[in-house]
């Protein structure tokens, strides 16, 4: 991984493979997680910590609903790029701080979800969310996988913004990050149980 200064600021260059092999195991990690809470009583699962907060169950129900979304936007892209693979992937200013933004931090701020993506407004059954999790993500690393042969700089997907679109790299960690960041959110509300 390389630093560049672009009008003081800096974007991240990395090694494409390495790149995407990192996001390989940190999602591996999210789906090693999901099958453990496959072991955990759903009344445990469904524990909020508060009357306004998410049950590990809704944040993981949470991301359910995102990778819908960006599993069919990324797989599209790949299957209609006929674009060489890079050996280096460039973040953009704007990618990278939206992926950075996502990962979880010491006195983070929560984020207002959308309506359409907020898990509180429904009833959620234990197996059905946590099988669905894995599916999707076990779905995101065969499409990480076939990023290994693909321009991941010159891709582009749109995102749940209408007016924003990303590299498909930086859309790659933003949504692993966005995971991260409710996968430690999911783990705090177990441990307040």
Same mark, same amino acid.
């Given at each position: ?6 009008? &003081? ?5 990395? &090694?494409? +493979?390495?790149?995407?092999a990192e996001l390989?195991?940190?999602? !591996?990690?999210? =789906? ?6 496959? /072991?955990? *009583? ?14 590990? #169950?809704?944040? %993981? ?21 006929? %674009? *060489? ?18 990962? *979880? ?10 309506? !359409?993506?907020? *898990? +509180?407004?429904?009833? #959620? ?12 993500? /076990? +779905? %995101?690393?065969?499409?990480? &996988?076939?990023?290994? !042969? ?11 913004l209408p007016f924003?679109? $990303?590299?498909?790299?930086?859309? $790659?960690?933003?949504?692993i990050y966005h +995971?991260?960041?409710? =996968? ?10």
């Amino acid at each position: 991984m390389m630093l560049h200064l672009c009008r &003081n600021i800096f974007i991240m260059v990395h &090694n494409s +493979n390495d790149f995407i092999a990192e996001l390989v195991k940190m999602t !591996s990690s999210h =789906i090693a997680y999901a099958k453990d809470l496959l /072991e955990i *009583p759903e009344e445990d699962l469904q524990h909020k910590v508060t009357v306004n907060s998410w049950s590990a #169950l809704e944040c %993981l129900e949470h991301l359910n609903r995102y990778a819908i979304f960006y599993n069919t936007e990324i797989d599209k892209r790949l299957n209609a790029s006929s %674009l *060489p693979h890079a050996e280096t992937f460039k973040s953009t200013y704007l990618g990278n701080k939206f992926a950075k933004d996502m990962l *979880p931090k010491e006195g983070m701020k929560t984020m207002k979800a959308f309506k !359409s993506k907020n *898990p +509180n407004l429904s009833s #959620l059954d234990k197996e059905d969310v946590l099988l669905s999790f894995i599916k999707l993500q /076990e +779905n %995101l690393v065969l499409l990480l &996988n076939a990023a290994c !042969s693909k321009n991941i700089n010159k891709i582009k997907t749109n995102t749940t913004l209408p007016f924003l679109k $990303f590299k498909l790299g930086d859309t $790659f960690r933003f949504v692993i990050y966005h +995971n991260e960041r409710h =996968i430690v959110q999911a783990k705090k509300a177990l441990a307040a149980f």
